[in-house]
């Protein structure tokens, strides 16, 4: 049961935390809560709901919000509960509302977003009775309690991709290749107080080919940003820094200045949902190779996750701005600089509460702003690039323990262009295990 103990701390509150609203209306609203409160101390769910419903189209508070969260719980409406508890996680309150999210995955046979919430909350809760109610959870689902407030994740994967080089569709071969791939991350939060938090990342990311080194690539990745969580909505502003690695060379550094906004009221519907808009600004500093890459990037990023029942979907449109340097050896001139739109839309469903399969499409449409200049048989062609890129994919994921996952995942790109050299099609498989700590 996710709410006796904790049902007083929001029942104190329901004065002080309502909208305004006029005197009668008011008054009103308040008895209906009161009278809601009342009947679900006596054990009269239905008689409760009629209150609390009433009274919600009147008031607008977080403790009615959690309160109804309590109800549909007890009454076993599962949807309802998530959608109630969800509006609390931008919130004071959000420890408390993942400790009942976490409830509900139980309830519903959803061990591993269980574990994943009852970790929250005892990595970000400030409360000590709410840290050992969710240690408490954690073990007797068989869970590893979590270390300070850190999570990691380290996996292996093997796979292999048709058309490494991305050879356009005229040429007379491509070039195929096995690999080995690896993402290890480690974040968390060294400071925090109240609302506010300092949170840390670090990635190294690594893909090596078995046979085609050249195109062999490593990225490590670090980021520290301070947060702050509102009553709405959840604000990060940070620093980030990239190093990356093509073949045995330096392809380019980055520093990079992160803004981000998100909030977990944006449900459409019955579903439970979180929306969030991130932008990035960056100077890239280019190896020897690759100084046509000199310049600054530019990213617009907005999301849509939303969950019901055992499906899940994603929505996510993106804008990407480049002002690189560009390459000009006289006789010819190659772009770098595109302005892109990419779109993406990815639908998931859970099979049993361990295996999930997932599918989504993304279209990616590339205009450079300066005109290409090539020389061809016929003479110079002058042509302002353009690219549209479809990507598929479809990827199962199966929770082998609360730590450790398999993973597979198909995907085939294909890139037409107005300019022939830049066709290509592309397809990869990977298969690897995940280990999240």
């Known amino acids: 049961m996710p709410s006796r103990r904790l049902l007083p701390i929001f029942v104190a509150l329901f004065m002080v935390a309502s909208a305004p609203l006029q ?35 009147q008031l607008d508070s977080r403790a009615l919000t959690y309160n109804l969260g309590v109800l549909y719980y007890r009454l076993g409406e599962y949807d309802s509960a998530e959608r109630m508890f969800s509006k609390l996680l931008s919130t004071k309150q ?7 999210l976490g409830l509900i995955a139980l309830a519903t046979n959803q061990e591993s977003r269980a574990r994943e919430a009852f970790v929250a909350v005892a990595n970000e809760s400030t409360e000590d009775n709410l840290t050992k109610l969710a240690l408490g959870q954690l073990e007797k689902i068989g869970a590893a309690p979590p270390s300070a407030r850190w999570q990691a994740l380290m996996s ?3 796979g292999f991709q048709e058309n490494v080089a991305l050879f356009p569709d005229s040429a007379p071969s491509t070039l195929d290749g096995s690999f080995l791939e690896s993402v290890n991350a480690i974040s968390g939060y060294p ?9 840390a990342k670090l990635l190294l990311y690594g893909r090596e080919y078995l046979e085609e080194t050249d195109f062999n690539s490593h990225l490590a990745r670090a980021e520290t940003a301070w947060k702050h969580s509102g009553n709405l909505y959840t604000f990060k502003l940070g620093l980030g820094a990239d190093q990356l690695w093509q073949g045995n060379s330096s392809r380019e550094r980055r520093a990079r200045l992160i803004s981000a906004l998100s909030t977990g009221q ?48 994603e929505f996510r449109y993106r804008v990407d701005y480049d002002d690189r340097e560009n390459l000009d050896t006289g006789a010819e001139y190659f772009s770098v600089s595109p302005l892109g739109q990419t779109l993406t839309v990815g639908l998931g469903y859970s099979v049993t509460p361990k295996l999930e399969l997932g599918t989504s499409a993304s279209y990616r449409f590339n205009y450079y702003r300066t005109p290409h200049r090539l020389e061809v048989p016929e003479g ?18 199966y929770q082998a323990t609360n730590t450790v996952s398999v ?11 107005n300019i022939a050299r830049y066709d290509y099609d592309r397809r990869t498989a990977t298969l690897g295990v995940s280990v999240r700590l």
């Open 94 to 100: 959000r420890a408390l509302a993942l400790y009942n």
């Open 23 to 57: 005197a009668d209306s008011l008054a009103n609203a308040r008895a209906q809560f009161k009278a809601g409160i009342a009947a679900f101390q006596k054990n009269e769910l239905e008689q409760a709901r009629k209150h609390l419903e009433a009274a919600a189209t």
């Open 380 to 397: 110079l062609f002058i042509v302002r690039r353009e690219d549209n890129r479809l990507t598929l994919r479809l990827e199962g994921e």
């Open 407 to 417: 993973r597979l995942k198909l995907e085939q790109a294909q890139n037409n262009s």
């Open 156 to 158: 292996l994967y093997a």
């Open 266 to 313: 944006c449900a459409i519907g019955s579903e439970s949902a979180s929306c969030s808009i991130t932008l990035h600004a960056e100077q890239v500093f280019a190896g020897n190779r690759f100084k046509a890459y000199d310049g600054q990037h530019y990213r617009i990023d907005s999301r849509y996750k939303a969950r019901h029942e055992r499906w899940r979907g």
């Open 191 to 199: 400071i925090r107080k109240g609302n506010n938090a300092l949170q």
